[in-house]
């Protein structure tokens, strides 16, 4: 076997780790600096600029904004000899929280020019995905790795070599892209239409980060409107815990001794809590039985309080009692957080607030009608003509953005099955799939794919010729159809009795005919299987005869030989050589020829 490099080092020969795959739901996003010029120091001076950068930024656009699950965030790496920002975050079932980051790496990238800006998801470059009507042809999955860059808010793309050994685009590794930004910067591939169709979903940032939040009004302990008011963004995890909770996580609701529970049923007040959108759809969407703690007159206070506000009130605080309660959750940030400041207020070192302090908190509850979705309105958007018909006041599914997005996914739908553009020229582009533009025909000669006048190509189907096709190659005689035979002047039915006594007749004059050439044949000695008769007609032919085995000689046989094909096949197993004389053979040819 040969011995093929597959660029996989050892330990102890440079080796840097297994690959890494990126986890579902997480997008990862890198910042570098690319100038040869500056020190090793004055680059990580630069990347600190920028770090600083992005916190003001976060501070400044989402002082109210909830994480679904992670937050934005940098750190500066040093990795390879290159320094570098990069971060991860997990967005969990929140997209909108994706495209965020990418707003806020596009800013970014806006005040400092000098910066190159890398993100990917598990899907890869989603970028491109966004883009792909827009992208050229050779740009697919395999090689859009480390290719795609955003500089100065506008989107980059590394193109492919031209050199012509290499006519096909290959992959590419994050070094070389890097040295191909630093030397030939001014190749890169950067058009319009691209960055258009990969931001589309900015367009309603900044306005879209405060649509992503929702405030509700909930009824819950005090002591956990204590914890939420030090720091809302706890509500995240506890609504987490709740949606995707188990029987382990909900032995702790199972008591009716309520002085096991973080957060005692009792003490109620009724306070603004803000969430994620996806968060507030996933607590509210879910029915929940009241714990044994809260049945009755054990939950004491809460009577007081709206239907609604009680039953979000009861999932926020089970959701948060769960969240703490869940050893799985022992070495998470914010569930240490929250033991210390109930540890504090549990040790008297702090005061929960009076209701005062809470009657001057912010309250707000938003409009839910977001959650709702007219079916006929949806119906409309579906059929493409959401941006023909204006829609009634107030009307629609959602929020714009998804009524936006979805509008686009139709146009983009309709375009593809109706793109006349998409012809047999394109095939060249497809060497990596199996593609066939051309149909059969019943003489096993190929021709193009017909086209209807409006340009579009057309499926032709010949029931009657696929059939035809199919009795071939299972070695079944054609039927005669009930339309022939009615133009013959009968029924269906009585012409397939018809057939069949055509197949019957056929059939025996066959037999007829090989009974006559057999018993020709056997008089004049050509099928003689005894031994004497072989040496016989052996000792008529010189040495140059050819002998043919019993086995090679195909000879077809009707039930009357059975008999005597049966002798012949144990002669030849015997070791035996059948002779066939060819003058009786004339003889019989002469006769059917003069016949």
């Known amino acids: 076997m040969d011995n093929q490099s597959d660029g996989f080092k050892w330990f102890g020969e440079g080796f840097d780790g297994f690959p890494k795959i990126l986890p579902d739901d997480c997008v990862q996003y890198q910042i570098y600096i690319i100038d040869a010029r500056l020190t090793d120091f004055a680059l990580r001076e630069q990347l600190r600029k920028i770090q600083a950068a992005a916190n003001a930024l976060c501070k400044a656009l989402l002082k109210d904004f909830i994480w679904q699950r992670q937050g934005f965030g940098l750190d500066l790496i040093q990795q390879r000899g290159r320094s570098f920002l990069q971060g991860r975050t997990n967005f969990g079932d929140s997209v909108e929280d994706e495209w965020l980051i990418v707003y806020l790496l596009r800013e970014l990238s806006k005040q400092y020019p000098q910066s190159w800006i890398r993100v990917f998801d598990s899907d890869g470059e989603f970028l491109l995905i966004e883009a792909a009507d827009a992208l050229p042809r050779w740009l697919n999955p395999e090689v859009a790795e480390n290719r795609v860059w955003i500089n100065n808010e506008k989107l980059h793309i590394v193109p492919k070599s031209q050199s012509k050994q290499k006519a096909r685009a290959e992959a590419l590794t994050l070094e070389n892209a890097l040295m191909f930004i630093q030397d030939r910067a001014s190749d890169l591939v950067q058009e319009p239409s691209i960055d258009s169709e990969a931001f589309f979903r900015l367009q309603k940032y900044p306005a879209q980060i405060r649509s992503s939040v929702h405030h509700a009004t909930v009824t819950i302990p005090r002591r956990l409107a204590y914890i939420l008011h030090q720091d809302p963004?706890?509500?995240?995890?506890?609504?987490?815990?709740?949606?995707?909770?188990?029987?382990?996580?909900?032995?702790?609701?199972?008591?009716?001794?309520?002085?096991?529970?973080?957060?005692?049923?009792?003490?109620?007040?009724?306070?603004?809590?803000?969430?994620?959108?996806?968060?507030?759809?996933?607590?509210?969407?879910?029915?929940?039985?009241?714990?044994?703690?809260?049945?009755?007159?054990?939950?004491?206070?809460?009577?007081?309080?709206?239907?609604?506000?009680?039953?979000?009130?009861?999932?926020?605080?089970?959701?948060?009692?769960?969240?703490?309660?869940?050893?799985?959750?022992?070495?998470?940030?914010?569930?240490?957080?929250?033991?210390?400041?109930?540890?504090?207020?549990?040790?008297?070192?702090?005061?929960?607030?009076?209701?005062?302090?809470?009657?001057?908190?912010?309250?707000?509850?938003?409009?839910?009608?977001?959650?709702?979705?007219?079916?006929?309105?949806?119906?409309?958007?579906?059929?493409?003509?959401?941006?023909?018909?204006?829609?009634?006041?107030?009307?629609?599914?959602?929020?714009?953005?998804?009524?936006?997005?979805?509008?686009?996914?139709?146009?983009?739908?309709?375009?593809?099955?109706?793109?006349?553009?998409?012809?047999?020229?394109?095939?060249?582009?497809?060497?990596?799939?199996?593609?066939?533009?051309?149909?059969?025909?019943?003489?096993?000669?190929?021709?193009?794919?017909?086209?209807?006048?409006?340009?579009?190509?057309?499926?032709?189907?010949?029931?009657?010729?696929?059939?035809?096709?199919?009795?071939?190659?299972?070695?079944?005689?054609?039927?005669?159809?009930?339309?022939?035979?009615?133009?013959?002047?009968?029924?269906?039915?009585?012409?397939?009795?018809?057939?069949?006594?055509?197949?019957?007749?056929?059939?025996?004059?066959?037999?007829?005919?090989?009974?006559?050439?057999?018993?020709?044949?056997?008089?004049?000695?050509?099928?003689?299987?005894?031994?004497?008769?072989?040496?016989?007609?052996?000792?008529?032919?010189?040495?140059?005869?050819?002998?043919?085995?019993?086995?090679?000689?195909?000879?077809?046989?009707?039930?009357?030989?059975?008999?005597?094909?049966?002798?012949?096949?144990?002669?030849?197993e015997d070791g035996g050589e059948v002779s066939i004389d060819p003058d009786p053979a004339k003889e019989l040819l002469r006769h059917l020829t003069k016949g």
């Open 233 to 572: 963004a706890y509500i995240s995890p506890a609504v987490e815990a709740f949606y995707l909770r188990d029987p382990i996580a909900l032995r702790p609701l199972q008591t009716r001794r309520s002085s096991t529970l973080f957060f005692i049923p009792e003490d109620f007040v009724t306070v603004t809590v803000r969430f994620s959108r996806v968060g507030y759809a996933q607590l509210k969407g879910q029915d929940f039985p009241k714990p044994p703690a809260w049945v009755g007159g054990s939950a004491k206070g809460i009577g007081t309080h709206g239907p609604t506000q009680r039953e979000m009130g009861m999932k926020v605080t089970c959701g948060f009692e769960m969240l703490l309660s869940d050893p799985q959750n022992v070495d998470k940030k914010s569930v240490r957080e929250i033991k210390l400041l109930l540890e504090d207020v549990d040790a008297r070192e702090e005061q929960l607030p009076s209701d005062d302090d809470i009657a001057r908190w912010e309250s707000i509850q938003d409009d839910e009608s977001w959650l709702e979705i007219d079916f006929n309105d949806f119906e409309t958007e579906l059929s493409g003509r959401g941006g023909q018909i204006p829609l009634r006041q107030g009307a629609g599914f959602g929020d714009r953005t998804a009524q936006d997005n979805l509008r686009k996914m139709v146009a983009r739908f309709e375009k593809f099955l109706h793109d006349e553009d998409e012809t047999g020229e394109d095939a060249e582009f497809l060497d990596d799939m199996d593609y066939d533009d051309d149909s059969d025909t019943a003489d096993g000669t190929t021709t193009p794919n017909s086209k209807s006048k409006d340009g579009e190509s057309e499926v032709d189907f010949d029931e009657g010729r696929f059939a035809s096709m199919i009795r071939d190659m299972m070695g079944i005689a054609p039927s005669t159809t009930p339309d022939t035979a009615s133009n013959r002047g009968m029924p269906a039915d009585r012409g397939a009795i018809v057939e069949e006594d055509d197949e019957s007749l056929e059939e025996s004059e066959m037999r007829r005919v090989m009974d006559e050439m057999e018993t020709e044949l056997t008089q004049a000695g050509a099928l003689s299987l005894e031994p004497s008769s072989i040496d016989k007609s052996y000792s008529k032919k010189d040495s140059a005869s050819s002998r043919i085995p019993s086995s090679g000689v195909p000879i077809k046989s009707t039930p009357s030989q059975s008999s005597k094909m049966s002798a012949t096949e144990d002669f030849a």
